[in-house]
């Protein structure tokens, strides 16, 4: 990973136009080729970033970083303050809880929970950037990623579609599908998943795990 703080502009052209006037960032550029521009606050959220796949390319101050789907952002750097570059080696991934590896375990054991005709391929399918937790097919033999989380929020739809991207670059599963489950999926993930055609899909644990609901039922 290589850290630069510096006095910097950034401007972004793509699905809108943004700028962000001469002030002193954080710029990260990841082993897979990310690129995030954060300010000293917002907690974990960058003010402006580039996802991998992207082409990086610096001309003297000026950075440029282009994406497959035309994005461009420009970073300007106007006063570098520090630049350092750590290798961190190969990641071991997240290790999930115990209901989330479980919740994990019974869609791979029956992929119908989430769509009737699904069929699993693969559980924690390797991509570049991480294991893609289930790999299946439809009943049209369409290829299917699935992330699986026990409480669906926005980062979780932005991790997907990463695997989407590198997915889709391989001519042998393309097309590739998102289905984003988990338990209880928030509102704006929803949003965020249905603007990048990705299916929402909330499960009830307790019923996977043929647990009968303690509420009563009409019959």
């Known amino acids: 990973m290589r850290l630069v ?4 502009t950034v401007d972004y052209d793509g699905r809108l136009t943004a700028h962000l006037p001469e002030a002193v960032r954080l710029i990260m550029v990841k082993a897979d080729g990310c690129v995030a521009v954060h300010a000293d606050g917002g907690a974990y959220k960058p003010l402006n970033w580039m996802n991998a796949p992207n082409r990086l390319v ?22 570098v303050l520090s630049d350092s570059a750590w290798e961190f080696g190969v990641d071991p991934g997240l290790t999930k809880d115990g209901v989330e590896a479980h919740l994990q375990e019974l869609l791979a054991a029956d992929p119908t929970s989430i769509e009737d005709g699904f069929r699993l391929v693969r559980r924690e399918y390797p991509t570049q950037i991480g294991p893609v937790d289930l790999l299946c097919r439809d009943e049209d033999d369409g290829v299917i990623a699935i992330e699986v989380k026990r409480r669906g929020e926005i980062d979780g739809v932005e991790q997907l579609s990463r695997y989407l991207e590198f997915l889709n670059q391989d001519p042998v599963l393309s097309p590739v599908r998102g289905v984003f489950v988990a338990q209880e ?17 909330e499960v009830d644990y307790d019923e996977l795990r043929g647990i009968e609901s303690p509420q ?3 019959l």
Request: glycine share 4%.
């Open 58 to 79: 610096e001309e003297g101050s000026e950075w440029r970083v282009t994406s497959p789907k035309g994005e461009t952002l420009i970073i300007t750097l106007h006063e």
């Open 5 to 8: 703080v510096a006095r910097c």
């Open 216 to 218: 009563l039922r009409l």
């Open 185 to 201: 999926i928030k509102p704006q993930a929803k949003v965020l998943a249905s603007e990048r055609a990705i299916t929402c899909v």
